[in-house]
C-alpha cells in the first residue's frame, strides 16, 4: 500500500512565523519543525520569540526568536533578511500575529480600531510583501490566520470583524495576482481555540462565557491548538500543494449556524440599548 503521509512533511523547508511566541502560532511553529522545517519564529517580543524558538530546539528541531513588529514593514523586512541568511531560503510564510480586545465601536477610540487594523491587516500585508522575494517559486505559501469574525459579524468585535475580512480578501487577491509565480496564498479562519490570549480575552469570566460560547458550536467544544497547526501543516505539505486562494473554516461548525450576540455575555446593556432604542 502506498504511503500518502511521510514523517517528514516539510524536511529541507523554512518558515517564518509572525506571533509564534505563543498560542496558535507557537503551536504552528513546533509542529512545522516536528515535520522537518527549520522555523524562524517573530514576535514584539524578543525573549518570548527567543523562549519559543529555544523549546523546539531543545526537541531536536531548528529555530531561531526573531524580533519584530508586523506593524512595520522595515522590522519585518529585516527579519525576513535574517531568516534567509541563517537558513538560505525561505519557503513559507505564517502571517499570525493578531490583536484583540472586546469592546463596542463605540467603547474604543479611532486609535483602537486602527491598531487591530494594523496588526491584523497591514500585518499581513507586510509580511507577505516583504516575503514575495523569497517565496517567488514553486512551493511558496503565504498562510494567513484569519478568524470566524471574518465572515460572522460579531458584537464587540467590529475591529477584527473588519480586520479579518480585509485579511481574507487580500490573501484572495495576491493568490490570483502571484499564484502564476508557484506562490500560493490561503488562510486558516478558526473559530475558538482552547487556551490562547485571544480566548483569554473573549471569555473573560472562564466557564460561563466558554458555556455560553460552545453553545452556539455544532461540534460544542473548542478546537485544540493541534487542531489548528495541523490544518497548517496540511496546507504546507505536498497534500495541500492544489489548495490556493480561499479560507478555510476550522470551526465546529460555528459559520454555519451563523452571528450570534457574542458581546451580550460581556455587557447585557447592548441588549438594553437596542431594546430602548426600538420602543423609543
Ligand atoms: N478597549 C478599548 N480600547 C482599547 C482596549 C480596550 N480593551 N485596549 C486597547 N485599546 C486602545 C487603546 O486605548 C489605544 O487607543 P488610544 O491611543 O486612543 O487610547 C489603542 O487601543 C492602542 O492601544 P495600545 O495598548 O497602545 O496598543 P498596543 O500596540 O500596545 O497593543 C493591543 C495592541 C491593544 C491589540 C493589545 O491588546 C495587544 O498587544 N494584543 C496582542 C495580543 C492579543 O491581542 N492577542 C490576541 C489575538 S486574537
Known amino acids: 500500500m502506498k504511503e500518502v503521509f511521510q514523517p517528514n512533511l516539510l524536511s529541507s523547508k523554512v518558515a517564518f512565523v509572525t506571533g509564534g511566541g505563543s498560542g496558535i502560532n507557537q503551536r504552528i511553529a513546533e509542529q512545522f519543525a516536528e515535520a522537518g522545517a527549520a522555523v524562524a519564529i ?11 524558538a529555544s523549546l523546539i530546539r531543545e526537541a531536536g528541531g531548528q529555530a531561531i526568536g526573531l524580533s519584530g513588529d508586523v506593524r512595520n514593514h522595515d522590522q519585518v523586512s529585516a527579519a525576513l533578511y535574517e531568516t534567509n541568511k541563517e537558513f538560505g531560503r525561505l519557503d513559507i510564510v505564517v502571517a499570525g500575529a493578531a490583536g484583540n ?52 459579524p460579531t458584537v464587540t468585535q467590529s475591529h477584527v470583524c473588519a480586520a479579518k475580512a480585509g485579511v481574507d480578501m487580500l490573501i484572495k487577491t495576491l493568490a490570483i495576482e502571484w499564484g502564476q509565480t508557484g506562490i500560493r496564498c490561503v488562510g486558516i479562519a478558526p ?45 504546507a505539505s505536498q497534500g495541500g500543494q492544489y489548495i490556493n486562494g480561499t479560507i478555510i473554516p476550522i470551526d465546529g461548525g460555528q459559520t454555519a449556524v451563523g452571528s450570534y450576540e457574542f458581546g451580550s455575555m460581556l455587557d447585557d446593556s447592548i441588549k438594553k440599548d437596542h431594546l430602548q432604542a426600538a420602543s423609543a
Do not use: C
Open 101 to 152: 480586545f472586546v469592546a463596542r465601536a463605540t467603547g474604543m477610540s479611532a486609535n483602537g480600531f486602527k491598531t487591530v487594523i494594523d496588526i491584523d491587516l497591514l500585518g499581513t500585508f507586510n509580511t507577505a510583501h516583504a516575503a514575495y522575494e523569497y517565496l517567488a517559486k514553486p512551493g511558496g505559501l503565504v498562510l494567513a490566520i484569519s478568524a470566524v469574525q471574518s465572515t460572522l
Open 42 to 52: 517573530m514576535g514584539r517580543d524578543r525573549n518570548k520569540a527567543e523562549a519559543a
Open 191 to 235: 473559530g475558538p481555540v482552547g487556551d490562547t490570549e485571544g480566548m483569554k480575552r473573549l471569555a473573560p469570566d472562564g466557564k460561563a462565557s466558554w458555556d455560553r460560547i460552545l453553545g452556539h458550536i455544532p461540534s460544542r467544544r473548542a478546537a485544540s491548538q493541534d487542531e489548528i497547526a495541523s490544518l497548517a501543516l496540511f496546507l
